[in-house]
């Protein structure tokens, strides 16, 4: 039976740490965009998982850019999540404080808060549409809200729809 010899040489030295070498730069590279990715997915979760508020501050801030549309009608409808109804009931304060008026839902199912009838919503974000019969009476309340939501963090867009209403339809659905 053929022996086989164990050859070592300078030569062999340096290609077999040039592989290593870059076998250990390869792994590194992957685990940094691991590292990465894995960083951005916790800020994602975080993002996701924090609760959207209206605190003190914001309330008081939201009501002062709110009041110069004092009495204007509304309605609210829900996404019912618990955060969703918490902000809903943040908001629901903000905007009998600043003299907007609430009227009950429409529809037919809906849940009793301090201030009135609320809908149920499927929807996401925060959405205030504004009704073509009252266009030109509420697009400027509306854009407001949406403004005073949004500087506060909060998804909110405001849209003409043509559903007839006689009130300014606000939803809050769940976080996006």
């Known amino acids: 039976m053929p022996r086989l010899r164990y050859m070592a040489g300078p030569g062999w030295a340096t290609s077999k740490e040039g592989y290593l070498g870059r076998d250990i730069a390869d792994t590194n590279e992957r685990a940094a965009h691991a590292e990465a990715r894995a960083a951005e997915a916790n800020?994602?979760?975080?993002?996701?998982?924090?609760?959207?508020?209206?605190?003190?501050?914001?309330q008081a801030r939201v009501l002062a850019q709110l009041r110069p549309f004092s009495g204007t009608p509304f309605d609210l409808?829900?996404?019912?999540?618990?955060?969703?109804?918490?902000?809903?009931s943040e908001l629901d304060d903000v905007l009998n404080k600043a003299g907007?008026?609430?009227r009950p839902y429409p529809g037919p199912i809906g849940l009793s808060l301090p201030h009135g009838m609320v809908g149920i919503a499927v929807a996401t974000g925060i959405h205030?549409?504004?009704?073509?019969?009252?266009?030109?009476?509420?697009t400027h309340a509306a854009q407001a809200l949406e403004a005073a939501l949004n500087?506060?963090?909060l998804q909110a867009t405001a849209t003409l729809t043509t559903s007839p209403s006689n009130r300014l339809n606000i939803k809050v659905g769940k976080k996006t």
């Open 100 to 102: 907007w008026v609430q």
């Open 43 to 58: 800020l994602e979760l975080a993002r996701l998982t924090t609760p959207r508020v209206l605190d003190a501050g914001a």
């Open 128 to 138: 205030i549409e504004v009704p073509p019969t009252n266009q030109n009476d509420w």
């Open 151 to 153: 500087a506060k963090g």
């Open 77 to 88: 409808s829900v996404a019912a999540d618990s955060e969703t109804l918490r902000l809903l």
